[in-house]
């Protein structure tokens, strides 16, 4: 079984510029998970996405951070502009369903913002 | 919002001893799942506790879920320099996701 796919693995900007990120997840997989990890932390969700409705993005800076999930499959988070602060690591991971599922985490995008 | 803390930050064991971290919420939990990262990986699954008190084992590792459903342990017996990483807990939230713990780092001197 193919795991979640995610795109580019490294990515360095200058701050003010934009970025985007791709993943893909784990066929069959309704629930799909953004998560921000910044050094020597947890994961933070960013956003769910259940199929291609939104779930919760509670704590995502929607000023500057958008994501998509169109066809319910694969999903793009993009940051537009960057801030020093967005340096993290960009997990996405995806699970069966909603709730008491074990998610599946892919290998993540270091951003480094300068 | 909903917080789940975790403690130690980090754990320094000789090979051989044991290893416990603790996970605390200031609220109920549906559930709570653990994870292990590696250095540089990605958080792995280890195991979900769901039912008030359970215990659950995997060969080394003992997980415990607490009675009122707001702590929960996990203990690794004799450690192995191949349990050094990263464990997370994740409390089960109200949209159905997880809120992450930030972690006990474990190192294992051989």
């Known amino acids: 079984e193919a795991g979640v796919a995610q795109s580019p693995r490294y990515k360095i900007i200058e701050k003010r510029q934009s970025v985007a990120f791709w993943c893909n997840p784990i066929?069959?997989?309704?629930?799909l998970y953004w998560y921000q990890q910044i050094l020597g932390q947890g994961p933070k969700l960013l956003i769910q996405?259940?199929?291609?409705?939104?779930?919760?993005d509670s704590q995502l800076p929607k000023d500057r951070f958008s994501a998509e999930r169109l066809k319910g499959v694969d999903s793009t988070l993009k940051i537009q502009p960057a801030k020093l602060e967005d340096s993290a690591v960009y997990l996405c991971a995806s699970s069966l369903d909603r709730g008491r599922y074990e998610q599946y985490f892919g290998p993540g995008t270091r951003l480094t913002v300068t | 919002g909903q917080q789940v803390m975790q403690i130690p930050q980090y754990q320094h064991v000789q090979e051989g001893e044991d290893f416990t971290t603790y996970c605390n919420s200031s609220?109920?939990?549906?559930?709570i799942q653990w994870y292990k990262q590696r250095p540089g990986g990605h958080p792995v699954f280890l195991i979900q506790l769901v039912k008030s008190g359970e215990v659950k084992k995997q060969k080394r590792l003992t997980f415990q879920f607490g009675e009122a459903k707001k702590n929960s342990s996990l203990h690794i017996t004799a450690t192995q320099t191949t349990d050094v990483g990263t464990y997370f807990c994740?409390?089960?939230?109200?949209?159905?996701?997880?809120?992450f713990g930030k972690g006990t780092k474990l190192s294992v001197k051989p």
């Open positions: 996405f259940q199929n291609n409705g939104v779930v919760d």
């Open positions: 066929s069959g997989h309704a629930t």
């Open positions: 609220t109920t939990l549906s559930n």
């Open positions: 994740a409390g089960g939230g109200s949209q159905g996701n997880l809120i």
